[in-house]
């Protein structure tokens, strides 16, 4: 179970996070959502500890994550939003250096790796360096490291970015049966079709601040709303954004 | 006439743009520009400033005056050639249009010729702006200095004009060599098989630059003025400097010979640089697109030696992980893979001129006796190699990638840490001594040449574990500060320590040769003491710390006492 009290991240005084508290339990999927700048990407960042929070705490399986850092790194499993990995390795060699890295004996993780490879389509790409891959195919390494050491946390933010639409929906049905498994997992993302689809629970934020924190079920319950774009939109839209979009084609027009 | 003038903008802002290895540590590519160009401007300018004085005390010895003109159009041509060889080097991949140039102008409605035409304008433009910042010094403060009291002063522009064109036809002809053979090698070979050789392309012009500087001394000396020397004949920048002669009206057979050399070259040179950048661009832009980019891919003997080598030197998962990516990044970024040329360069080009001085004054058979000058070779190779590994180690290679380090950082400390001092073991270590045996074995017999490299591995590694000390990062994972350290100092502290490691090593060694059974064992064992002492301060620096560095703390400029405390 994950746990987080009262997080908040401040840079020179200003609140990016904002005293956020959720649980996360075996077999649940935390819906992260907000528009960009709410501090999704920050509050990412602190979990998986490459950011340290100003205030609050991060409890795994009751224990304060703080104590045990590397403990904790070891049951992670992480997709960051932006791909940023080693352009010089091949695709083949950079889960390489992740499974190494996260000292999985060598003939498991090769036999791992290449049926990932596999199922992920990129066996006959395995060669190429990441710089020449797309940006979708950079992604099914990303979610491949992640899920590579079999971990109990998965953190994905934004995973769906570049994907096509083949590979987003067997993404969608992987977390479903990585939430079946077990694991826990919180998701951000701006696709909210795929929030509701998948995650349990969903938390939204805005300007770092938590704005709703339910169930899907009872989030539209509480706001009367048939879907999470409606209060979503309710909740964080503040522009008439059919307003803006014509706005843009008259300025194309122009 | 606005699109080409646009292009011609973009190719040459190309070459200074981020990832430029010449502007790269520089605040801004505009304080780059005009940093690299200064450094390229001063040497050239301030010597000629240093040899008015000189010229002024030679007219009282008029009859020195000629050869030591000479000499300094020698040295300057040198300069010129030396110092464009290395910039080319340097510049070698943005030479010919990349990927992502015909990636963003393909889809553009624009002409391949007039791309083309602008690419090639954006270089030669490039190439001059190099060429006056190297050459602009000597070509005209020299000839104010070297002036002939006897030459009448309306003489002076053509002296000048003259000087000044040989200077840049020596940089062109330099210039457009290393165009004429990346054009050829573009055509000759497939694309994979290119990005594989460059490395050693960008190391041998780089060792010959190195190997033009240090020959130097020995060329002039051996080629006194007037004389035809066979060294002249191929030592390219004394084409240039005879030219200059001839151009000045000085009698000789030898500078028309000269002349004609370096006119035919220049000619030559830019006539194939021509020829195999036009026929590469045609043949590069139909391939460039659907080559496969399987640079990852091993072959079969790549596969079997990592195999080994994880089998025997890398027990620890994740050190091998770490080794892999410091040896792959060594590989495969331009950027530090050429610093390790750059040294590596250096390293053979020392190595040349140490022999070659030898054989100037001794005969072949001084290569049957393990003397000092032989016997630095190997410690030679092996501290510019080594140092450079450690120069290249803190220089981030996708400073944002290494969150999978942090994330995935275990408790194995010291452990991890071993894999750079591997990778330096197998790189920096070795090689030398290792390939140079069989050499020594035939020269010098089994015991000697096996005790001198046991010598040999014994120091280097010695200096692998003292190049570590302190070091607490993984290769290329966390940020540098440029300027952050006192580069001077340690400049200073690298060639005190260059000497008495690659030079007073050897003399003690030479020493110890003299009588092995008596002094091998006080030699070695003093080593060993002091490798064990290197070891158990590494150790102890890294055991000291909780974690691995990923930002880079830099001294700060004021240090304070902290009495408020």
């Known amino acids: 179970m994950l746990s987080v009290q009262h997080l908040t991240k401040r840079y020179s005084g200003i609140p990016a996070v904002n005293d956020v508290s959720f649980v996360i339990r075996p077999y649940e999927v935390l819906g992260y959502l907000g528009p960009n700048g709410s501090g999704k990407t920050t509050t990412v960042s602190m979990l998986t500890g490459l950011i340290a929070p100003t205030q609050g705490q991060i409890l795994f399986q009751g224990q304060d994550i703080a104590k045990d850092r590397i403990g904790f790194k070891r049951r992670l499993g992480y997709v960051p939003e932006i791909p940023y990995i080693y352009p010089h390795l091949s695709g083949l060699e950079y889960l390489q250096l992740c499974g190494r890295l996260r000292g999985m004996p060598e003939h498991r993780m090769n036999e791992k790796i290449n049926a990932l490879l596999e199922a992920f389509g990129l066996h006959g790409s395995r060669h190429s360096l990441l710089s020449a891959y797309s940006k979708g195919m950079k992604q099914k390494i990303l979610i491949s490291a992640a899920i590579l050491h079999d971990p109990d946390l998965l953190i994905f933010d934004e995973p769906l970015s570049g994907l096509d639409v083949t590979s987003a929906l067997v993404f969608r049905h992987l977390v479903k049966a990585l939430s079946q498994e077990g694991k826990t997992i919180l998701y951000c993302s701006h696709v909210l079709e795929v929030v509701e689809k998948v995650c349990t629970h969903v938390m939204i934020l805005r300007k770092g601040q938590v704005v709703a924190y339910d169930s899907v079920e009872g989030l539209r319950a509480l706001a009367n709303l048939p879907s999470l774009e409606d209060i979503f939109a309710q909740l964080v839209l503040q522009e008439d954004t059919e307003k803006i979009a014509h706005g843009l084609v008259s300025i194309m027009k122009a | 006439m606005q699109i080409a003038k646009l292009l011609f903008l973009h190719f040459l802002r190309r070459f200074f743009g981020e990832g430029n290895m010449l502007f790269a540590t520089a605040a801004s590519p505009y304080a780059g520009v005009i940093r690299t160009l200064t450094m390229l401007l001063l040497p050239g300018f301030l010597l000629s400033m240093f040899l008015f004085p000189v010229y002024v005390e030679l007219e009282f010895r008029p009859h020195l005056f000629e050869p030591m003109r000479w000499n300094n159009k020698l040295l300057f ?489």
């Open chain 2, 77 to 565: 041509c040198t300069m010129s050639a030396s110092i464009m060889a290395f910039v080319t080097a340097l510049q070698w991949d943005s030479l010919f249009p990349d990927r992502e140039d015909f990636m963003i102008l393909s889809p553009l409605p624009l002409r391949r010729r007039l791309i083309f035409f602008c690419k090639l304008t954006a270089l030669i433009a490039f190439a001059s702006l190099f060429a006056a910042a190297i050459n602009i010094g000597p070509a005209i403060v020299f000839p104010l200095a070297s002036l002939s009291p006897a030459t009448p002063f309306g003489q002076l522009v053509p002296y000048i004009w003259n000087h000044a064109v040989s200077l840049f036809l020596c940089s062109a002809f330099v210039f457009s060599c290393c165009l004429a053979v990346q054009g050829a090698l573009l055509n000759l070979l497939p694309h994979l098989w290119y990005r594989a050789v460059v490395v050693w392309i960008q190391f041998l012009i780089m060792a010959a630059s190195a190997t033009l500087l240090l020959l130097f001394p020995l060329a002039a000396k051996n080629a006194a003025l007037g004389q035809n020397a066979p060294l002249l004949h191929w030592f390219v920048p004394a084409w240039f400097a005879g030219l200059s002669e001839q151009w000045n009206g000085r009698p000789g057979p030898i500078f028309a010979f000269l002349e004609l050399r370096a006119i035919q070259g220049v000619e030559l040179s830019i006539g194939l640089a021509l020829l195999f950048y036009t026929a590469a661009y045609v043949r590069y832009l139909q391939t460039i697109i659907e080559t496969p980019h399987d640079d990852g891919a091993q072959s079969a003997l790549s596969r079997w030696l990592a195999a080994r080598i994880d089998r025997f030197l890398l027990p620890v998962q994740h050190e091998r992980g770490v080794f892999h990516f410091i040896w792959k990044t060594l590989l495969r970024s331009p950027s530090h893979r050429l610093y390790l040329a750059g040294y590596a360069g250096v390293a053979c080009a020392l190595v040349i001129w140490e022999l070659v001085t030898l054989f100037s004054i001794h005969s072949y058979a001084v290569l049957r006796e393990p003397s000092p000058a032989l016997l630095c070779i190997p410690s030679v190779i092996s501290f510019l190699t080594l140092c450079s590994m450690r120069f290249v180690f803190p220089r981030p290679v996708e400073l944002r990638a290494n969150w999978i380090f942090q994330l995935a950082e275990n408790d194995l400390g010291i452990r991890s840490m071993q894999a750079p001092l591997k990778v330096m073991i197998l790189i920096g270590v070795l090689p030398a001594p290792v390939l140079l045996l069989p050499v020594h074995w035939y020269l010098w017999g089994p015991a000697v040449a096996l005790l001198h490299t046991l010598y040999a591995i014994a120091l280097a590694w010695l200096l692998a574990e003292a190049l570590l000390i302190g070091f607490r990062k993984i290769p290329f994972t966390c940020s540098f500060v440029p300027g952050g350290h006192n580069s001077i100092g340690w400049l200073m502290l690298a060639a005190i320590g260059f000497g008495l490691y690659a030079y007073a090593m050897a003399s003690v060694e030479a020493w110890m040769l003299r009588d092995i059974p008596l002094h091998a064992p006080f030699l070695f064992a003093a080593i060993g003491l002091l490798w064990l002492l290197a070891r158990r301060l590494r150790a102890t620096f890294l055991d000291g710390e909780s974690s691995l560095e990923y930002d880079e703390s830099i001294e700060p400029a004021v240090r304070t006492l902290n009495l408020s405390s």
